[in-house]
Nanobody, 121 residues
Framework: QVQLVESGGGLVQPGGSLRVSCAAS????????MGWFRQAPGKEREFVAT????????YYADSVKGRSTISRDNAKNTVYLQMSSLKPEDTAVYYC??????????????WGQGTQVTVSS
């Protein structure tokens, strides 16, 4: 089992920046990748970014590419999502996930509880 705890969400003005974190514990050795998904009000959850736990390779959704950076600190078992040039449409609950990887939810076996990010003036 793997436990994931997100932190760092909050209210930010349009054009601002925010970093959310995800601390993993438990059977870390079973993780191939960690990812971020988000769910806006009234919408389905969507893929944001993923990072391979060992190689560090990354992949982003087109909607955040160039504005977001996913990174990991293996020593701290933590993954980060640094977001900049935030837009109101980035408002969502951001979920951390761990598992095999990829862009689909089915590729991740473990999920955090989510952290709210609100972009508003």
């Amino acid at each position: 089992q793997v436990q994931l705890v997100e932190s760092g969400g909050g209210l930010v003005q349009p054009g601002g920046s925010l970093r959310v974190s995800c601390a993993a514990s438990g059977s870390i050795f079973s993780i191939n990748a960690m990812g971020w998904f988000r769910q806006a009000p009234g919408k389905e959850r969507e893929f944001v970014a993923t990072i391979n736990w060992r190689a560090g390779t990354t992949y982003y959704a087109d909607s955040v590419k160039g504005r977001s950076t996913i990174s990991r600190d293996n020593a701290k078992n933590t993954v980060y999502l640094q977001m900049s040039s935030l837009k109101p449409e980035d408002t969502a609950v951001y979920y951390c996930a761990a598992g095999f990887g990829g862009r689909l939810e089915a590729g991740y076996q473990y999920w955090g509880q989510g952290t709210q990010v609100t972009v508003s003036s």
